[in-house]
Each structure stands twice: as structure tokens, then as C-alpha cells.
């Protein structure tokens, strides 16, 4: 199970952290995985926003490049996206889940924290 927790309302140019825990049988078989942060807006598909490999490396997104930072912690089995300088246009729906390229993800979907840009 994945869950999503952090989201909320916030105004342009705010900050957010996003945290997303793996527990249940995910709990083994976190570490080794790429883990990715994704969002949706309603009416359309769910985007990758950034992954992260078992050694940590990260890409983005260019639309959230030098804003957002993604980031884990294998023994706690958390990931975060630290989130700066939000913009209405990251207002979305985010989860987590695996990246495995042009496959789907390997877990079932959480059930997503809001994030919500707005003056």
C-alpha cells in the first residue's frame, strides 16, 4: 500500500512537501525500486513529475525542474517532493508509485494527496 500525505491549498510561490510511505508486501521489495512522483488533473492523464532510482538518482520534469526536489529514504520506505515556487499550474492530484519506463507501475494507485495553487 502507498500512501500520499501534504498536499493542501496554498498561494503561487508557496512551498510543500509531499510524503508518500510504502507499508504491506511493498514494504520488501521498496528499496530497489525507481520510485516517481505523478500527478493528474482531473479530465486528464496521470504525468510522471520526477523519479528516483535505488541510488538516487532523480529526473524531472522540465516544467518543475530547479523547483522540485525528489527525494527517499529506503529504511523508512518514504519518498518526498519537496515542492518550491508552486505555481497554479501544479495544482493536480499527486501520487507515487514506481517508474518502469513504458510499463505500468508495478503497485496499485493510493489514493493521491491535493495540491491546490491559488491566490
Known amino acids: 500500500q502507498l500512501v500520499e500525505s501534504g498536499g493542501g491549498l496554498v498561494q503561487p510561490g508557496a512551498s510543500l512537501r509531499l510524503s508518500c510511505v510504502a507499508s504491506?508486501?511493498?514494504?520488501?521489495?521498496?528499496?530497489?525500486?525507481?520510485m516517481a512522483w505523478y500527478r493528474q488533473v482531473p479530465g486528464k492523464q496521470r504525468e510522471l513529475v520526477a523519479y528516483?532510482?535505488?541510488?538516487?538518482?532523480?529526473n524531472y520534469v522540465d516544467s518543475v525542474k530547479g523547483r522540485f526536489t525528489i527525494s527517499r529514504d529506503n529504511s523508512r520506505k518514504t519518498i518526498w517532493l519537496h515542492m518550491n515556487s508552486l505555481k497554479p499550474e501544479d495544482t493536480a492530484v499527486y501520487y507515487c508509485?514506481?517508474?518502469?519506463?513504458?510499463?505500468?507501475?508495478?503497485?496499485?494507485w493510493g489514493q493521491g494527496t491535493l495540491v491546490t495553487v491559488s491566490s
Open positions: 508509485n514506481t517508474w518502469e519506463g513504458p510499463r505500468d507501475p508495478l503497485y496499485d
Open positions: 504491506g508486501s511493498i514494504f520488501s521489495t521498496f528499496a530497489p525500486n525507481t
Open positions: 528516483i532510482t535505488s541510488t538516487k538518482t532523480t
